[in-house]
């Protein structure tokens, strides 16, 4: 888990979904609780006005979208194996 310092620079590296896909349920979950830790630390960086890349927020919350997107297609996909 990263160190937010007064100096330090808050960055979550990119994740390409291909990556994600292949993660199992609790990596996706610890990659989860990282980018909202990370998403919360940089905005409060906003509010502060010491951002200093505003699209980290952009990237931030697109990864957590990802991730929360592939975690309910999986959800479906169990639940439509389960029907059969």
């Known amino acids: ?41 940089l905005r409060l960086q906003a509010r502060m006005e010491r951002l200093d890349s505003p699209s980290e927020l952009k990237k931030n919350k697109r990864l957590i979208a990802r991730i929360l997107t592939l975690k309910s297609l999986r959800a479906l996909k169990k639940e439509a194996e389960i029907r059969k």
């Open 1 to 41: 888990m990263p160190r937010w310092g007064s100096n330090d620079k808050i960055k979550m590296s990119v994740i390409k979904i291909t990556e994600l896909r292949d993660m199992s349920v609790d990596q996706l979950e610890a990659t989860l609780k990282e980018a909202k830790a990370t998403l919360f630390h």
